[in-house]
């Protein structure tokens, strides 16, 4: 009956908050897996906690056509690898901590 699949995987927990709250604002029943452990982790970078969204199956179809178009509307702009800012496209490093879109500089 009530089967979870998942539907996408955010690259942190906010991205997975805010596309949580949309499908659930259009009707859908979501979960976050992944996020549990981001939370015992605590004090690491929220980037080292990906978050999986998983949704009913007979919602499947209709969330990952909203995902899919979320992903489009999303592809001009890039999510800092360090601090998990979203960044646009015109910017080359992090306007918020400096870094590049694959982390800071080793
Ligand atoms: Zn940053």
Redesign the pocket.
């Known amino acids: 009956m009530n089967d979870w699949i998942p539907v996408y995987q955010a690259a942190h927990s906010l991205e997975a908050h805010t596309l949580k709250g949309a499908l659930e604002s259009r009707g859908m029943a979501v979960k976050l897996q992944g996020e549990a452990l981001a939370g015992a982790l605590g004090e690491l970078p929220m980037d080292v906690a990906q978050v999986t969204l998983l949704v009913q199956e007979k919602d499947w179809q209709r969330a990952r056509t909203f995902l899919q178009d979320y992903q489009r509307k999303s592809q001009g702009t890039w999510h800092?690898g360090?601090?998990?800012?979203e960044n646009d496209a015109s910017f080359e490093i992090?306007w918020?901590?400096g870094?590049g879109p694959e982390g800071p500089e080793q």
Do not use: D, L
């Open positions: 800092c360090s601090c998990g800012e992090c918020r901590c870094s």
